[in-house]
């Protein structure tokens, strides 16, 4: 395994950091279990943003910016034409027409980028191009159109207003005006504006470093042959694209054995360059769900049963010297996918500065009698379709089952089933979690 940084220290290894103490964990339901909400509650609790610091302005795109950006500089920087054509006074061509048209001298030329001129004298013009500064006691700009286009005498045919193609000083963003707040996720427009006021760059949250490691001694990777025993490790594929979706810088570890020592190591050998590890497999009842068995001699850990399905048992961590935030998802994967939605994603985004969720978002009728079970929050695999009203109802695909993949990819919503529901009738509105949109 490769080390990153870090030297092997056995020392190290047997220490659990004082300093890595939870917060009380939420108390459990009389069935021993946790809701969702609490869990994922517990977990915003134990986590905070991450340090700002200055980025490109590029490079922050999607990143949250940490402070107020008022503008330096008017835009338009200056006044300036809208057309290619002649600057002009406005009074000596007031009364153009085809018929009588006002011939006028020219006087020189303004492209773009060269200064403007101190003035124009009355009854004279100048050529300018579009974007170039008007010169002084010009008032309007008449196109090529309505001219002949001459060079050292133009001939106007259409009459021009005083202002006529003229893009006034500050009109869009004045001195002073707040560009972007402070809390707003850089989007691509946002960059243009700031490149535009001359910002090259801003304070923001980082991308959340997110080492992804799953566990299992029957897993290989993609690409290579398989023993009849073996299966693909697709939950590290599957984390690792979900965080990448949710903004975080991701290294994919891949897979370990199930081997205590391996597993130990490995993490810790990961400490050094992530803000979030995550791990899937192996927190279940079984003889070799070792993450439960071993993580918490790296830290503080919780593992908690929560009311939900798929993704009943979930484990959470403060591990190492920088109480790095872990999260044991289960390894079924559909289990972890729907884990990462309701817990890791928020996580991610509270990391990152944004609002970590916002829900209820979109709710849709059933489209069918739906079962349920009673006593756990269900989020199951759905489509939601829209008729030509643009109503929308949702669908369910395939079972239950957290090992079922293929529906998972089939579907393109998770399904509210509330814990206190066995069964729900057609029409009933539900909370759906759209997946696959950009947020
Ligand atoms: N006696 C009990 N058994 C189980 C319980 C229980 O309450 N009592 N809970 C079940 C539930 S619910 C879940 S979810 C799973 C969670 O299992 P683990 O987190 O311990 O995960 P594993 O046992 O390692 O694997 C479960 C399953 O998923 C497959 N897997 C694991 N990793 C990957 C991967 N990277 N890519 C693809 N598939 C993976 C693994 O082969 C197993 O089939 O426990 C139930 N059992
Ligand atoms: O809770 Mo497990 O995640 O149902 O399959
Ligand atoms: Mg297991």
């Known amino acids: 395994m490769p080390l990153f940084g870090r030297k092997k220290n056995d020392e190290a290894l047997r220490h659990t950091p004082e300093v890595a103490v939870l917060p009380e964990p939420p108390a459990p339901g009389p069935d021993g279990l946790r809701t969702l909400e609490q869990h994922r509650d517990y977990l915003l609790s134990c986590v905070e943003e991450l340090m700002p610091f200055g980025q490109h302005v590029l490079d922050a795109l999607g990143l949250s910016i940490c402070e107020d950006v008022t503008s330096g500089i008017d835009l338009p920087r200056f006044d300036n034409t809208a057309m290619d054509g002649y600057a002009v006074r406005a009074a000596d061509v007031q009364y153009a027409t085809e018929v009588r048209p006002v011939r006028l001298p020219v006087v020189g030329e303004v492209p773009a980028g060269a200064a403007a001129p101190h003035r124009l ?27 002949d286009r001459g060079a050292t005498d133009v001939t106007v045919h259409r009459a021009s207003t005083a202002g006529q193609h003229i893009r006034r000083q500050g009109e869009d963003v004045a001195v002073g005006d707040l560009v972007l707040a402070a809390g707003s996720r850089i989007g ?21 470093r997110v080492v992804v490691i799953s566990t299992g001694s029957e897993l290989v990777d993609p690409g290579l042959a398989l023993d009849p025993e073996q ?41 050094v360059r992530a803000d979030l590890i995550l791990t899937t497999g192996g927190v279940s009842q079984g003889d070799y769900d070792i993450v439960k068995a071993v993580l918490p001699e790296l830290g503080a850990t919780d593992f908690a049963a929560v009311a939900m399905q798929p993704g009943k048992p979930q484990g ?11 999260i044991m998802l289960p390894g079924n994967p559909v289990s972890a996918f729907v884990s990462f939605e309701a817990f890791v994603r928020p996580v991610i985004r509270k990391l990152m500065g944004l609002t970590p969720y916002v829900r209820p978002g979109l709710r849709c009728a059933a489209a069918h009698a739906m079962s349920s079970i009673r006593g756990r929050t269900q989020l199951a695999r759905a489509v939601v379709t829209a008729d030509e009203t643009g109503a929308r109802t949702v669908a369910l695909v395939g079972g239950h089952g957290s090992h079922l993949i ?34």
Do not use: C
């Open 121 to 147: 004298s009355p009854g004279t013009a100048m050529k300018i191009m579009t974007g170039a500064p008007i010169p002084a006691d010009a008032d309007a700009v008449v196109p090529y159109e309505a001219t």
């Open 188 to 208: 691509v427009r946002d960059v243009g504006l700031l490149a535009a006021v001359g910002v090259d760059k801003v304070m923001v949250r980082p991308r959340p």
């Open 231 to 271: 299966i693909y490790d697709s939950n590290s594929y599957l984390l690792a694209a979900a965080a990448k979706d949710a903004g975080a810088q991701v290294f994919r570890v891949g897979h370990v054995g199930d081997d205590p020592a391996a597993l130990k190591q490995l993490v810790y050998d990961q400490l």
């Open 316 to 326: 959470f961590g403060l591990i190492g010297e920088d109480r790095t935030p872990i």
């Open 406 to 439: 293929g529906d998972l990819a089939r579907a393109d919503a998770l399904v509210v089933l509330p814990a206190e529901t066995e069964f729900v009738a057609a029409g009933t509105e539900l909370e759906v979690w759209p997946l696959d949109q950009p947020r």
